[in-house]
């Protein structure tokens, strides 16, 4: 893979929606299990949701519902909508690739490429 750029974080008020993307400059695109990941200040970063190269998503429990992964390998580009946010969903937004990965790898070193990240801010 190449390099992940996030985009599309801001500001929103709960219950209201963003919808994150990620691009990927590289190449092979469509065999990359590409996953979201989110770390809130003081904690660790946690795995939000994933999708495989083979298309089969997942989510973390919390968001399940509520957030939508999916992707364009024309595009090589990967999306998160979240709707119905909710102030625990602040954080800041990474986007990561892992060769034919599952999409659903919680470990954060199986991960070979990690975007810049994107803030989400959820007021009250």
């Known amino acids: 893979q190449g390099q992940l750029v996030e985009s599309g974080g801001g500001l929103a008020q709960a219950g209201g929606s963003l919808r994150l993307t990620c691009v990927d400059s590289g190449r092979l695109f469509d065999r990359l299990g590409l996953s979201w990941f989110r770390q809130a200040p003081g904690k660790d970063r946690e795995f939000v949701a994933g999708?495989?190269?083979?298309?089969?998503?997942y989510y973390k429990n919390s968001v399940e519902g509520r957030f939508t992964i999916s992707r364009d390998n024309a595009k090589n580009t990967v999306y998160l909508q979240m709707d119905r946010l909710e102030p625990e969903d602040t954080a800041l937004y990474y986007c990561?690739?892992?060769?034919?990965?599952?999409?659903?790898?919680?470990?954060?070193?199986?991960?070979?490429?990690w975007g810049q990240g994107t803030q989400v801010t959820v007021s009250a």
């Open positions: 999708i495989g190269w083979t298309g089969r998503t």
């Open positions: 990561a690739a892992e060769n034919r990965g599952p999409g659903n790898s919680r470990l954060l070193t199986l991960y070979g490429c």
